[in-house]
């Protein structure tokens, strides 16, 4: 079956854009052609390809400042703290850890090199 590589495009951005989807595999799912076709048509650094993620991040960033503003407004403790852990600085979120391990190496010691061994006497 032959498939119109600028009809199959546009029905991607289409679909994109419609049921408001995140990756490319969804994509494929909803357009008329297979997975090797869909690749074929559009290569991994194709600027048509490029055009369709970019439409895709733009999905997904909308999405996150969405769910971000809901988590805001909401009165529910595990959507308040998921919202300060992606916000907070590095001291916040070690006051926030229920479990925090700091390692440092302090050991001062001085090791012999390789092959001598201290416990052999001249």
């Not at 055009?51 to 407004?73: A, D, I, Q």
């Not at 010691?109 to 201290?118: E, K, S």
């Amino acid at each position: 079956m032959a498939y119109d590589r600028v009809k199959i495009f546009e029905q991607a951005k289409e679909m994109i854009v419609k049921h408001k989807l995140f990756f490319v595999e969804d994509i494929i799912a909803f357009i008329p052609c297979s997975k090797q076709t869909f690749y074929d048509f559009f290569p991994v650094e194709s600027d048509e390809l490029d055009t369709l993620k970019t439409l895709l991040e733009v999905n997904r960033t909308t999405l996150k400042v969405s769910m971000r503003s809901k988590w805001y407004t909401s009165n529910a403790p595990a959507l308040q703290m998921a919202l300060m852990k992606l916000i907070a600085t590095p001291e916040e979120l070690k006051k926030l850890s229920m479990q925090f391990i700091e390692s440092e190496n302090k050991n001062t010691n001085q090791y012999p090199a390789f092959g001598d061994n201290p416990l052999e006497s001249e």
